[in-house]
């Protein structure tokens, strides 16, 4: 699986940007799906986790009610729909994939995908 991040950029607080992850492989719509970002100093961390069935996904405490992870199996792409925004969801923003046997598993840890997209910057001004 290979994977290509994009719509990152430079938003005010509160407002919103849609993260996309394309996907080329069959294992895709296999996979189970991470987000992760990375912030200068900081461990990367786990942002949010959706299953290859879809109907599982879990958020990160910090972002919860604010982002939404989806996928479109039919287009190879996942997303990252992200509201109000926050100055320290500044980050470089990474998607991550795992094929996996189990429909309802979600990874939340970085070493357990096998799959890494570039990162896209997010920076939001106060």
């Known amino acids: 699986v290979q994977l290509q991040a994009s719509g990152g950029g430079l938003v005010q607080a509160g407002g919103s940007l849609r993260l996309s992850c394309a996907a080329s492989g069959r294992t895709f719509s296999t996979s189970a799906i991470g987000w992760f970002r990375q912030a200068p100093g900081k461990e990367r961390e786990f942002v949010a986790g959706i299953s290859w069935s879809g109907g599982s996904t879990n958020y990160a405490d910090a972002v919860k009610g604010r982002f939404t992870i989806s996928r479109d199996n039919a287009k190879n792409t996942f997303y990252l729909q992200m509201n109000s925004l926050k100055p320290e969801d500044t980050a470089v923003y990474y998607c991550?994939?795992?094929?996996?046997?189990?429909?309802?598993?979600?990874?939340?840890?970085?070493?357990?995908?096998?799959?890494w997209g570039q990162g896209t910057q997010v920076t939001v001004s106060s």
């Open positions: 991550a994939a795992r094929q996996s046997l189990n429909t309802g598993v979600i990874f939340t840890t970085a070493n357990r995908y096998a799959y």
